[in-house]
């Protein structure tokens, strides 16, 4: 089991970025994924997550209106819009999974993550 996340960057505050996350070693329509991240200083924290039945999306209060997840089963990623980001937005951003079908608030489940993609908002 392999994840892998990138797409992080410096972005001026306002603007986007599209993360992803590229599965290997399981077929990613069965399980959930879930976006983290960690500032500096601070705990880790859920940001979104998707499940895989009916595709449900959650999104955490702090980012909902900004951030969308998504998945694309064929090529066995799932992705984070990030839009109107803000200098609080700066973290490494991980995804995760627990290899199961639904999201789970507790971040104790998510046994198997990616090595995390540096987030920098700022002017």
């Known amino acids: 089991v392999q994840l892998q996340a990138s797409g992080g960057g410096l972005v001026q505050p306002g603007g986007s970025l599209r993360l992803s996350c590229a599965v290997s070693g399981f077929s990613l329509d069965h399980y959930a994924i879930g976006w983290f991240r960690q500032a500096l200083g601070k705990e880790r924290e859920g940001v979104s997550c998707?499940?895989?039945?009916?595709?449900?999306?959650y999104v955490a209060d702090s980012v909902k209106g900004r951030f969308t997840i998504s998945r694309d089963n064929a090529k066995n990623t799932v992705y984070l819009q990030m839009n109107s980001l803000k200098p609080e937005d700066t973290a490494v951003y991980y995804c995760?999974?627990?290899?199961?079908?639904?999201?789970?608030?507790?971040?104790?489940?998510?046994?198997?993550w990616g090595q995390g993609t540096l987030v920098t908002v700022s002017s």
């Open positions: 995760a999974t627990h290899l199961r079908a639904r999201c789970y608030a507790d971040i104790a489940w998510y046994e198997y």
């Open positions: 998707i499940s895989s039945s009916h595709g449900s999306t």
